[in-house]
Nanobody
C-alpha cells in the first residue's frame, strides 16, 4: 500500500521559513518523480514544484521560483520542500504526489499517481 505522509507545516510570520517533508512507503521511491502542490481556501489545487527520480531536473511555479527549493533523499525515501521568504499568499494546504514514470514532472493534477493527505502552512502578515 502506497503511503505519502507530509510533515513540517505550521504557522510562520511573513519572511520566515519552513521545510516540508514527504515520507514515502510502499513503492520504489527512488524511481518515482515527486511533486508538491498546494490548495488555498476557495481555490484550485496548484502546482508548486517537482523533481525527477534522480533529482537532476526540477521545476517551479513562477510564484515560488527563487524562494522555494525542492530536494529528495532516496536513501530515506523522503522529499523536501524548503520554503524561504514566505508570504501570506503562500498560505495553503500543501500536498506531495508521486509519478511512476520518474523522468519528468508536470503541472497537471492528473499526471500524478498518488497523493498525501496534506499539511497546513499558514503565513501571517
Amino acid at each position: 500500500q502506497v503511503q505519502l505522509v507530509e510533515s513540517g507545516g505550521g504557522l510562520v510570520q511573513a519572511g520566515g521559513s519552513l521545510r516540508l517533508s514527504c515520507a514515502a512507503s510502499g513503492l520504489p521511491f527512488s524511481t518515482y518523480a515527486m511533486g508538491w502542490f498546494r490548495q488555498a481556501p476557495g481555490k484550485e489545487r496548484e502546482f508548486v514544484s517537482g523533481i525527477t527520480w534522480s533529482g537532476v531536473d526540477t521545476r517551479y511555479a513562477d510564484s515560488v521560483k527563487g524562494r522555494f527549493t525542492i530536494s529528495r533523499d532516496n536513501t530515506r525515501n523522503t522529499a523536501y520542500l524548503q520554503m524561504n521568504s514566505l508570504k501570506p499568499e503562500d498560505t495553503a494546504v500543501y500536498y506531495c504526489a508521486v509519478n511512476s514514470g520518474g523522468v519528468r514532472v508536470s503541472v497537471n493534477f492528473g499526471f500524478w499517481d498518488y497523493w498525501g493527505q496534506g499539511t497546513q502552512v499558514t503565513v501571517s502578515s
